[in-house]
């Protein structure tokens, strides 16, 4: 009886350990973003009046902002966009390109002065440099 009992473990142990390494796997849910629809102009008031704040608020956290382009990177690494459409406004996001996908849609569609909406997620907040964005849509 314990070998039998022995045998039919094994067995069911074998099955389990087939089963974990050529068993289908469930498919992944796509990830779901909630981004934060604000302005530019908010973000750099926010950060003119509380650096410590703005960094708390924004850093690490997806948003959504519309601006208007006024400078692109010639190694095509990234574009600043500003709530106005005036070259010498400094309060900028620095938006960094995630794939190829989105060089190629920026280069065909966009050029300084475009209006453009990005969605993505802050990666620095600095009194200096402002914001820095990483794209996820364009």
Known sequence: ???????????FIGLLV?????????????????YQQTSIATM??????????????????YVEITGYV???DSDGEYFSITHTNEWYDFETVLCNFSTEE????????????????VKGK???????????????EI
């Open 1 to 11: 009886m314990k070998k039998l009992l022995k045998g039919i473990g094994l067995v």
């Open 18 to 34: 087939i089963g974990v390494l050529f068993g289908e796997a469930e498919p992944a849910e796509p990830e779901v973003i909630e």
């Open 44 to 61: 750099h008031k926010d950060l003119a009046e509380n650096a410590m704040k703005a960094e708390q608020n924004y850093n690490d956290k």
């Open 70 to 72: 006024v400078s692109i």
């Open 102 to 117: 989105q060089k190629e849609k920026f280069v065909n569609n966009y050029k300084s002065g475009s209006k453009i909406t």
């Open 122 to 136: 802050i990666t620095d907040v600095g009194e200096i440099l402002g914001y820095s964005l990483k794209i996820k």
